[in-house]
Antibody, heavy 121, light 113 residues
Framework: EVQLVESGGGLVQPGGSLRLSCAASGITLTTYWMHWVRQETGKGLVWVSRIKSDETMTMYADSVKGRFTISRDNVENTLFLQMNSLRVEDTAIYYC??????????????WGQGTVVTVSS | QSVLTQPPSVSGAPGQRVTISCTGSSSNIGAGYGVHWYQQLPGTGPKLLINGNTNRPSGVSARFSGSKSGTSASLAITGLQAEDEADYYCQSYESSRSGPHVVFGGGTKVTVL
């Protein structure tokens, strides 16, 4: 069974940085797209970024482009999200998720429980 | 504002059938991308409910079914149960200059009366 566990969230001031991690178990990540999705308290799901299995392609929502960087370590089975120039509006629960096929358009088959990021002065 | 449009809420009595619509455009659902549905119980991460418009992953109850037509999709829940009370999200893809992006609906809260 696939398990995804996020970490690295916390309280940071506007303009600050955080690095989120997502450790995977029960699966080897080398074949699959991985994603970051966020959710503000009481609001809906918002896609943030995704990365291809071999890291040759990354994509970002316009709201984070140029500030966030997605990466992965397939040896350590871990996904990362480097978040710089953080804004108050980046406050949310951040989920990692995986598409369990090589398809570019597959579903987000499995999700973690999320890590909370709070941007506040 | 979400790219895909869902009703904010639907409700039904136990045993009833409810449907949740998901309306997109020719840039996403209408472009041929599949629609996937997720259930999110309070305080938990989302769970895949339907993939590729109509397919139920292993372990998902047959009371859940999906359909797609043109630029819209629907999720139906039959024999509504108290445990179905949750938020439901549709998801598809949309072409962009940097490649196909993931898009979600705004979510629909299902209340069992």
């Amino acid at each position: 069974e696939v398990q995804l566990v996020e970490s690295g969230g916390g309280l940071v001031q506007p303009g600050g940085s955080l690095r989120l991690s997502c450790a995977a178990s029960g699966i080897t990540l080398t074949t699959y797209w991985m994603h970051w999705v966020r959710q503000e308290t009481g609001k809906g799901l918002v896609w943030v970024s995704r990365i291809k299995s071999d890291e040759t392609m990354t994509m970002y929502a316009d709201s984070v482009k140029g500030r966030f960087t997605i990466s992965r370590d397939n040896v350590e089975n871990t996904l990362f999200l480097q978040m710089n120039s953080l804004r108050v509006e980046d406050t949310a629960i951040y989920y990692c998720a995986i598409t369990l096929s090589a398809s570019w358009y597959g579903p987000l088959d499995s999700w973690g429980q999320g890590t909370v990021v709070t941007v506040s002065s | 504002q979400s790219v895909l449009t869902q009703p904010p809420s639907v409700s039904g009595a136990p045993g009833q059938r409810v449907t949740i619509s998901c309306t997109g455009s020719s840039s996403n659902i209408g472009a041929g991308y599949g629609v996937h549905w997720y259930q999110q119980l309070p305080g938990t991460g989302p769970k895949l409910l339907i993939n590729g418009n109509t397919n139920r992953p292993s372990g998902v109850s047959a009371r859940f079914s999906g359909s797609k037509s043109g630029t819209s999709a629907s999720l139906a829940i039959t024999g509504l149960q108290a445990e179905d009370e949750a938020d439901y999200y549709c998801q598809s893809y949309e072409s962009s200059r940097s490649g196909p992006h993931v898009v979600f609906g705004g979510g629909t809260k299902v209340t069992v009366l």
